[in-house]
């Protein structure tokens, strides 16, 4: 008897490419039905799509589950069977009809009927609504626990192709890992894993991680197994599966060669390409980040091959897709675009609560008001019928739109958690609370069954994980009341968590913290905690690992003392880091501002030779360190020749603010590429710079702000671009809408310059210098160093209307003649420095801050600066101290009128060798107006070139 094929619907084989079908004993007939269906089916996808009532696709009723392929029925060279019982069950159309087959048929059932028969009840359970109920009911029918005995008493007869497929459905059918029929077969499984084909090895890996072992034995065996042959690996969907599933587990130089493997699938010239389709590609997105991170030349092929196929992809795909590129943070803004056009244009023929809920987590952000308004209307037609699943969905698109009022969406959201409370998990509860909290009308009576629940769920938790979920949630609800068996807990659980779960607990244990006071072994365990959290640090030595745990830290919050211990191990292992580690090493440094002359310096050495690897994008991660932390090394210019040359090429291709920040960093350290500001204050330029800006009303503000900081450095430092001023009326605006904050340190400053000067008279507050710039205080001297009288010298009320008398600016070069200081007098600019201008590990002054001393240098003013550090120190206790400080840091700097010292360089700049902190600015081009003032400091720069010291 020849090997046949058991007949299986159109629908399933439209589904897969990777799932492979049942064979069954019968005699060959070359007109068979199935062969028929092979001709027209397709290659799809492995795992069983969801199906959205707005998809342009009608489908069987057993379409929506993917199990088959027909490659295999082709391979196999397979036919339909005589045995009618197969046929029944093939086409039976529900479950009563289903059962009945296999209860009155139960003697002549052999593997193959059984299988087929699971095969059915999976397709039917991808076409109802609930499926955890589906599940539930047939669960409880005792035809379904015979076809479970059958299946569990005859898996020695089962194929290996067999074998696998019945325990993919039994999987998706039972739910419970722990159910006899899905341990058999996963033993089973693993006892030919050594024998298994690629399309089933990557099929059980689905089944392991389902199973949660996805860093178990068993997922090294398949691993293994799958390395021996890769390179028989024919189809996509096989290759990516494996990728998504066993990345935890899978070596650097194996990871070399599956990365090397999805290229040649990749290839335009190779066969399987062409039977590739947009849900292959679709995992290819969702796995490729795991393995590499040079992925955007492979994406940008997976993007080529699918564009014309996103028109097809039903909402859950794209919602998906669009999900996946926005995490990784691929850059390509056409594809992430193009996604959100089709999901704006199918919001309206909407009709799954499901995908209602991801449509409104992912278009909720930066929506416009048309689209909120639409997702709000699908919101509320579609939440009777949402599932508890995807509530957590659907709160967080409600949070991310703003959506704080409260409405008949909040009442129904409640009654759905309450109907529902016995099947809440915490992974649904973390967004739920995470909208809830802020929501102010919340009351305590709100929070009470929510608390209640979401504590006994904590502490019922058995793994880790869940538990700092739990813990989690708790430390965000404003009225929860922390106890000393939940903390006992905690510390019970606290050897079992690695270093960004203990960083998570810490935090959280802050939060309550600070809202509650916390008992004294309560605080015990806290400092416990915070301890283990930095130790273990010291024994890793790993790049990668230091890298990506200092990402995760810093995404949650991470505490000062954690991340410190970071930068220091990573400091301690500079010499391992490569290109890929600097990005996230560089980005980091300027996100925390944290001073690392080690790492800086390691950054530098391995980027200029590799600029080449770096993404123009990510070249704003490596400008950030240096430009904002204000350091300079010996290779400094040519680092920044580097980041310039590899920008260039695609300032037509860059977002508009890139190249505004971009040029706004590297001005801090007075560098200033002339194509790049020559692009930005182009009329064609500013004019796509509004454009985009109309498009992201939260970054509006912010970047026109930066816009105006760089008119203001380039109009003072390179007179020879001509580029005028032309923010003028913006910052009149601002001023308009400037609040004035008297910090108590800055109040206790101005009592003691008062005292310091002799008079009220003599100071003034609060003051906007020309070109906008904010300081906290300024007086005038004349040519003795006496005080004068700062009423006699102008005022912003004489050209500004509408702005706060208390806010004074300097008039002297805007272009009036009136009420100008008397000759030799100087103008001394007094700034209290917060702890926001240094960095977070030192006294090293930010770039931003050194501007602008340079700036005020430039304009005529003696500049002095108070840091925080020296005012609250212990040498400043007395009244009589800090008044001699100040007296010091005013009259013995203007005793030396002519102009600036070296030991108060304006530049501030900080260089590790001898070389000249004005080089740049004294570049050849570089000059300023000829006017006394710029003359008398051109001629301090030549003397300061000489003789320069580090500041």
């Known amino acids: 008897m020849a090997r046949v094929a058991l007949r299986c619907p159109s629908q399933l084989l439209r589904s897969s490419s990777l799932l492979t079908s049942l064979t069954t004993q019968a005699k060959p007939r070359s007109s068979c039905r199935c062969h028929q269906v092979i001709r027209k089916s397709q290659s799809l996808s492995m795992m069983p799509r969801c199906t959205d009532s707005s998809s342009k696709s009608t489908r069987h009723p057993h379409a929506s589950t993917a199990i088959f392929s027909a490659e295999y029925f082709s391979s196999q060279n397979l036919t339909s069977s005589h045995d009618s019982l197969v046929n029944k069950i093939e086409q039976a159309k529900g479950v009563e009809e289903l059962f009945h087959l296999i209860g009155t048929n139960k003697a002549k059932l052999t593997e193959n009927h059984i299988a087929q028969a699971f095969f059915v009840l999976v397709a039917l359970r991808q076409n109802v609504e609930c499926q955890k109920e589906f599940c539930e009911s047939i669960s409880k029918r005792p035809e379904f626990r015979t076809l479970c005995d059958l299946a569990e008493n005859r898996i020695s007869t089962f194929d290996d192709v067999l074998l696998i497929n019945v325990l993919y459905c039994a999987l998706k059918l039972l739910g419970s890992p722990y159910h006899s029929l899905v341990r058999e077969l996963r033993c089973e499984g693993l006892k030919r894993v050594e024998r298994l084909q690629t399309p089933q090895l990557s099929k059980m890996a689905v089944c392991l991680a389902d199973l949660g072992e996805r860093r178990g034995r068993a997922m090294g065996q398949v691993v293994e197994a799958y390395s021996k042959l890769l390179d028989e690996t024919k189809h996509l969907r096989e290759l990516s599966t494996i990728m998504k599933e066993t990345h935890a587990l899978v070596s650097s130089d194996l990871k070399r060669k599956i990365v090397r493997k999805l290229k040649e699938l990749l290839d335009p010239k190779s066969v399987e390409i062409s039977n590739a389709t947009c849900s292959d590609f679709r995992k290819v997105f969702m796995s490729v980040d795991k393995f590499t991170n040079d992925f955007d030349d492979v994406l940008h092929q997976c993007t080529n091959y699918m564009w014309k196929g996103l028109d097809n992809m039903s909402v859950r795909e794209l919602c998906v897709l669009t999900s996946c590129v926005n995490n990784m943070g691929y850059d390509n803004s056409y594809l992430y675009n193009h996604l959100k056009d089709l999901l704006h244009s199918r919001l309206s023929s909407i009709t799954d609560p499901v995908n209602m809920a991801l449509t409104t987590e992912l278009l909720g952000y930066h929506a416009p008001a048309h689209i909120k308004f639409q997702l709000e209307e699908n919101a509320l037609r579609l939440i009777d019928r949402l599932r508890i699943t995807a509530v957590g969905s659907l709160c967080s698109g409600l949070r991310r739109m703003g959506y704080f009022s409260r409405t008949l969406l909040h009442d129904k959201i409640n009654d759905i958690i309450s109907s529902h409370a016995d099947q809440l998990n915490l992974e649904t509860l973390v967004p739920v609370v995470e909208y809830f909290r802020h929501l102010v009308w919340m009351e305590e009576e709100h929070w009470q069954p929510h608390t209640a629940k979401i504590y006994e769920l904590t502490m019922n938790q058995l793994s880790p994980s869940q538990f700092l ?195 706004h960093l590297m001005s801090y350290s007075q560098w200033f590429p002339d194509e790049i500001l020559r692009r930005i204050f182009s009329l064609e330029f500013l004019t796509k710079l509004d454009e985009e800006l109309d498009e992201l009303p939260d970054r509006c503000d912010m970047y026109r702000r930066r816009l105006m900081y760089l008119n203001r450095t380039v109009a003072l430092e390179c007179p020879e671009l001509q580029v005028p001023w032309f923010h003028e009326e913006y910052c009149q605006e601002i001023l308009k809408k400037r609040n004035v904050f008297y910090h108590p340190d800055v109040q206790e400053v101005q009592k003691n310059l008062v005292e310091v000067l002799g008079g009220a008279q003599y100071l003034r507050s609060f003051v906007t210098t020309p070109y906008h710039y904010d300081i906290t205080f300024e007086c005038v001297l004349d040519v003795n160093g006496e005080p004068l009288s700062c009423v006699n010298y102008g005022s912003v009320l004489d050209k500004g209307k509408g702005l706060s008398g208390t806010v004074l600016s300097d008039l002297m070069q805007w272009d009036t003649q009136r009420k100008q200081i008397p000759d030799g007098a100087q103008r001394v600019a007094v700034d209290y420095m917060f702890s926001s201008a240094y960095c977070v590990n030192s006294g090293h002054m930010l770039g931003m801050s050194t501007m602008k001393k340079r700036h005020l240098e430039l304009l005529g003013y003696q500049y002095i600066q108070i840091p925080y550090f020296e005012w609250k120190s212990l040498a400043l206790t007395d009244r009589l101290e800090k008044e001699e400080y100040l007296r010091m840091k005013i009259f013995s700097s203007s005793s030396q009128r002519g102009l600036l010292d070296v030991a108060s360089a304006p530049s501030g700049i900080h260089r590790d060798d001898g070389s000249s902190i004005f080089a740049p600015f004294l570049h050849g081009k570089r000059r300023l107006a000829e006017d006394n003032i710029a003359e008398r400091i051109l001629r301090s720069y030549d003397r300061l070139a000489k003789n320069s010291t580090v500041v």
């Open 469 to 663: 979920r739990g813990f989690y949630i708790l430390s965000l609800i404003p009225t929860f009341q922390p106890n000393e068996k939940l903390f006992w807990r905690a510390l019970c659980v606290l050897p079992q968590l690695h270093t960004t779960g203990t960083n998570s607990l810490f935090r959280a244990m802050k939060r309550m913290a600070g809202r509650n006071e916390m008992p004294e072994i309560c605080l015990r365990i806290m400092q416990a905690v915070q301890d283990r959290a930095t130790s273990c640090l010291h024994k890793n030595t790993s790049a990668n690992y230091l890298t990506s745990l200092l990402h995760s830290v810093l995404t949650e919050g991470g505490d000062i003392e954690l991340v410190d211990a970071l930068f220091k191990q990573l400091a301690h292992i500079a010499h391992k880091i490569e290109p890929r580690h600097a990005v996230e090493c560089a980005r980091s440094l300027y996100k925390t501002r944290y001073f690392s002359q080690e790492l800086m310096d390691r950054i530098l050495e391995v980027t200029i030779p590799n600029i080449h690897k770096v993404t123009p994008m990510q070249v704003l991660y490596l400008l950030g360190p240096f430009c904002s932390l204000n350091y300079q090394p010996k290779r400094v210019e040519d680092f920044f020749r580097a980041c310039t040359e590899r920008v260039v090429p695609f300032m037509e291709e860059l977002p508009s603010g890139f190249l505004v920040d971009m040029a």
